[in-house]
């Protein structure tokens, strides 16, 4: 069973804020991940990292940042949150191989907005 | 179009069915394929990983391949109410670690 922990788990805050959701896995992954799912929809990647000091963007533009500083920690950060950002962000990793390895997912942050 | 579809379903079958998911996909560069399990307020959880064609064989549960008509299929037998949950499949290409995800298919398994 894959170890990769979210927090929070739900929040629901206002306007405005400045949001970070947290995301540790314990593998060793060289790989993380976050995307965001909406219900009934396909996941969409927002940001992923293939090591320590490696961000890039994904396809869906949310207006957050991320950083990976260490390799189990890859924390997202919403500066200023709005009602579109409403959500749920779900974190993953994958390991390192000769082949594509599968992503493991934590069990996600459900956001809302006001 | 999408290049990877899959029907949102539901589909409601009942308890020991047999139960059959599938996906299309348009990009012949797909050679990685999984099937994902999520339970409702859960992360998707890995259900089987297989490379290229062919079929893979899980306890339940077995994922076909088939690259010449680009479509993959999740098979399973005897199914149970705890099966009811949405199963995502997802496939990327060679190179590339980053999977393109379908929509998923919510299944509901009835007593």
């Known amino acids: 069973e894959a170890d990769i922990y979210q927090t929070p788990r739900y929040l629901v805050i206002g306007t405005g804020k400045k949001i970070t959701l947290e995301c540790s896995q314990t593998?060793?992954?060289?790989?993380m991940y976050w995307y965001q799912q909406d219900p009934g929809m396909e996941l969409h990647l927002i940001h992923y990292?293939?090591?320590?000091?490696?961000?890039e963007k994904g396809d869906l533009s949310s207006e957050s940042t991320v950083s990976r500083i260490r390799t189990e920690h890859f924390p997202l950060t919403l500066e200023s949150a709005r009602p579109s950002h409403t959500s749920q962000y779900l974190c993953a990793s994958s390991e390192t191989g000769d082949i594509n390895q599968p992503q493991h997912f934590g069990d996600g942050t459900r956001l809302s907005i006001l | 179009q999408k290049e990877v579809e899959q029907d949102p379903g539901p589909l409601s079958v009942p308890e020991g069915a047999i139960v059959s998911l599938n996906c299309t996909y348009s990009?012949?560069?797909?050679?990685?394929f999984m099937w994902y399990r999520q339970y409702s307020r859960k992360g998707p959880e890995l259900l089987m990983y297989t490379y290229s064609s062919g079929n893979k064989e899980d306890g339940r549960f077995t994922a076909q391949v088939d690259k010449s008509s680009k479509y993959i299929s999740l098979f399973i037998r005897d199914s149970q109410p705890s099966d009811s949950a949405t199963y995502l499949c997802a496939m990327s290409a060679g190179g590339s670690y980053i999977p393109t995800f379908g929509r998923g298919t919510s299944l509901i398994v009835h007593p």
């Open positions: 593998m060793g992954h060289d790989k």
């Open positions: 990009n012949s560069a797909f050679q990685y």
């Open positions: 990292s293939y090591g320590v000091n490696s961000t």
